[in-house]
């Protein structure tokens, strides 16, 4: 076994078994009172006596054996270096093989703790990123949250008179008489094209709008015959366009059917800001009832008046401009046929 110490040499196992340890007259150097034989006295005088009384006592017996104490302590000092020898030896070997056995223990000890540092890092690492909160990217606000917002916009702006087809197309409710439209808004506008079309195409195609009761249906086109062009432009824009079908728009910056031409023309200044007859908290109607008066114009509808104290204003009412008239007051509304 590779951990037993080893054994003293035969040599000096040999000292202790042959004769010469004991005297030439066959004692026993090492035992107990025998002539020459170290004594154990205490130092704390324990056996009742002291040093020098021990000394006195011993001076006979060391003088009838000199001859004799002399060889027994010559055999006596190679003894005690024979045991100092062995002891040595074995000491020697299980330092030889004490620091192999602790630096194994040690190095797996080392090991250990560092597979489980390593381990723990590894895996705390891992628990962190799977515990630690991830921030989830902003929604894009949805289409009713952007209907409802206000959005800056100069009431004397002129654009470049430039336009841009918004791309995409749009199957209306297949009901009723189909017509094709397009939306067009003018280059450089700081306006979402994307949300105007969207919202021309939901208002049109609701029940309430002009294809009620299933007599018509609305399709968006980008490219190809147009019944008609709804066009988002600046104030500027739009009242060029209104001015070759005869009508001003400058006085009150409102919309119009330019009926000479393809174009149903939004002032971008409204769809942006609103008109106080509706109020700050009613854009999203408000914006409807542009995109119902206006496609209504084209359909062939003229203005009509408030007939009735708190009724519903008809939607071909200009209420852009004011809900009364005559001294009777109607109420903002969006739609031709409102539920």
């Given at each position: 076994m590779g951990g037993l110490m080893p054994g003293p040499r035969k040599e000096y196992v040999d000292a202790f078994d042959t004769s010469e340890a004991l005297d030439c007259d066959g004692e026993d150097v090492f035992a107990a009172g025998a002539p020459g034989a170290p004594r154990?006295?205490?130092?704390?005088?324990?056996?009742?006596?002291?040093?020098?009384?021990?000394?006195g006592e011993d001076e006979p017996q060391e003088a009838a054996g000199a001859a004799k104490g002399g060889k027994g302590r010559t055999f006596t000092g190679v003894a005690a270096a024979a045991v100092t020898t062995v002891l040595a030896v074995v000491v020697a070997g299980q330092v030889a093989n004490g620091p192999q056995q602790d630096s194994g223990n040690s190095a797996r000890a080392q090991g250990g703790a560092d597979r489980t540092d390593a381990a723990g890092d590894d895996g705390n690492g891992e628990r962190a990123a799977r515990s630690a909160p991830t921030t989830p990217a902003p929604k894009a606000p949805s289409y009713g949250a952007l209907m409802t917002r206000k959005f800056p916009l100069d009431p004397k702006l002129s654009g470049s008179g430039a336009f841009t087809t918004v791309?995409?197309?749009?199957?209306?409710?297949?009901?009723?008489?189909?017509?094709?439209?397009?939306?067009?808004?003018?280059?450089?506008?700081?306006?979402?094209?994307?949300?105007?079309?969207?919202?021309?195409?939901?208002?049109?195609?609701?029940?309430?709008?002009?294809?009620?009761?299933?007599?018509?249906?609305?399709?968006?086109?980008?490219?190809?015959?147009?019944?008609?062009v709804i066009t988002l432009a600046s104030p500027g824009t739009t009242a060029k366009w209104c001015?070759?079908?005869?009508?001003?728009?400058?006085?009150?910056?409102?919309?119009?059917?330019?009926?000479?031409?393809?174009?149903?023309?939004?002032n971008a200044y409204r769809w942006a800001q609103g008109a106080k007859t509706f109020g700050d908290d009613k854009m999203h109607a408000y914006r409807q009832?542009?995109?119902?008066?206006?496609?209504?114009?084209?359909?062939?509808?003229?203005?009509?008046?408030?007939?009735?104290?708190?009724?519903?204003?008809p939607v071909m009412m200009q209420q852009t401009k004011f809900l009364t008239t005559d001294g009777v007051t109607c109420r903002p509304n969006a739609w031709p046929y409102p539920r």
């Open positions: 154990r006295a205490r130092a704390d005088g324990a056996d009742g006596m002291d040093a020098d009384a021990d000394e791309p995409g197309q749009d199957k209306g409710t297949g009901r009723g008489r189909v017509l094709r439209y397009r939306v067009d808004v003018e280059k450089g506008l700081p306006l979402d094209g994307k949300l105007f079309a969207e919202a021309v195409h939901k208002t049109l195609n609701d029940d309430r709008s002009w294809g009620h009761g299933g007599t018509r249906s609305f399709d968006r086109v980008s490219s190809g015959r147009a019944d008609f001015l070759k079908s005869g009508l001003d728009t400058t006085q009150d910056n409102v919309s119009c059917d330019s009926a000479s031409t393809e174009r149903v023309m939004i009832m542009l995109i119902n008066h206006e496609v209504g114009h084209r359909l062939g509808n003229n203005h009509e008046i408030c007939s009735r104290q708190g009724a519903l204003a």
